[in-house]
């Protein structure tokens, strides 16, 4: 990690913002005005500007994005020799997924910049532009959710890990990507933190109310089962289970829906599912539970009886350890917001 001396050097750290037709307005917008911001921020924080942020592409000049807003590419990369940072925003995957290939350039640039120094961070889906480089190959890095099972098809050989907000890997820690959508706060002000300490990354989070997403990513994310296995079978009792999760011993049912023994159809459900036929009628229990404690005011222990558990402390601790919050703070984070329940009535 950068000592003292090298968080208080007067020359800022130059940032490659980089742009392509791909990427989304909402993060690269956001990640250049919170790391240039220490110029509007009151006196005193930092004696000089940290960063110098550029919006870089294949070629400089308007440049329409995904998001269908047209930006300006301040420099293209051909004028750019060295860089610090490399940030990659998020990206729209369309239909057919990420095509590699596109963008040789910018690939090759990025690795003739790694071997120069940079670091490589990614924001949401910006590693897979980063991963065709081949330098995440053999390490760890974490993906929108959403877009997990793209990723490990297209790039096998990176441990992805979609349940964590931030992942930093490589010998000299200069590998780093954020997970789903706004944790492109953490990675900002891990990267402030990282150049200038923690005082000044925790000011930058208070000014804009920034968020540390501390508790990672697994309370976000929405189980649906696999259903592209093609085994008939385990496809009926998925089927059932889905919106008979509730009763009691639903894999005898299940079961006896899909024709086979039951030693058969736990070996075949997990082979076709990913998981065992128990955790996945727990995973179903637990989502029905979320929106749940989301959208009413029913109380924990009722809410257990009514996805199918007749003990509350074993449901209590089943949903922190499959989210990783108890019920009460889960519902304390996720409720809908009395404001926004009476607006909808309008």
Not at 1 to 7: K, T, V
Not at 80 to 94: E, F, Q, W
Not at 99 to 120: C, F, I, N, Q, T
């Amino acid at each position: 990690m950068p000592n003292e001396a090298d968080r208080t050097r007067l020359k800022p750290r130059h940032v490659s913002l980089v742009a392509i037709p791909d990427a989304v307005v909402s993060t690269l917008s956001g990640v250049f005005d919170v790391m240039n911001a220490f110029s509007v921020l009151p006196p005193g924080l930092t004696e000089a500007q940290p960063f110098e942020v550029q919006i870089v592409g294949l070629e400089a000049g308007a440049l329409i994005l995904a998001s269908q807003v047209p930006i300006t590419v301040q420099r293209s990369i051909d004028s750019l020799d060295a860089t610090d940072i490399i940030i990659v925003p998020s990206i729209l995957l369309g239909p057919d997924g990420w095509r590699k290939g596109r963008y040789p350039e910018l690939v090759e640039w990025v690795r003739r910049m790694h071997d120069r120094g940079a670091l490589l961070c990614s924001a949401c889906s910006g590693i897979f532009l980063l991963a065709e480089t081949g330098l995440f190959d053999g390490a760890e890095a974490t993906v929108h959710f959403g877009y997990a099972s793209a990723f490990s098809a297209a790039f096998p050989h990176v441990s992805i890990h979609p349940e964590r907000v931030l992942v930093v890997s490589g010998r000299r820690e200069e590998l780093i990507s954020s997970g789903a959508s706004m944790t492109w706060h953490d990675l900002v002000l891990y990267l402030i933190s990282r150049h200038m300490g923690a005082a000044p990354a925790q000011t930058i989070a208070r000014f804009f109310a920034l968020q540390w997403h501390q508790d990672g990513l697994a309370p976000y994310i929405v189980f649906e089962g696999r259903n592209d296995h093609g085994d008939t079978a385990i496809q009926v009792a998925q089927d059932w289970v889905a919106t008979h999760f509730s009763v009691a011993n639903p894999l005898e049912e299940m079961t006896r829906r899909a024709g086979l023994t039951e030693r058969t159809f736990k070996r075949r459900f997990t082979r076709a599912t990913g998981v065992s036929p128990m955790a996945y009628v727990q995973r179903l229990r637990i989502e029905d539970a979320k929106r749940r404690l989301e959208t009413t005011d029913i109380s924990v222990d009722e809410i257990s009886w009514q996805v199918g558990y007749e003990e509350p402390a074993f449901f209590r601790r089943l949903f922190k350890r499959i989210t990783g919050l108890a019920p009460g703070v889960y519902r304390r984070r996720f409720r809908i917001p009395d404001y926004a329940r009476s607006a909808s009535k309008d």
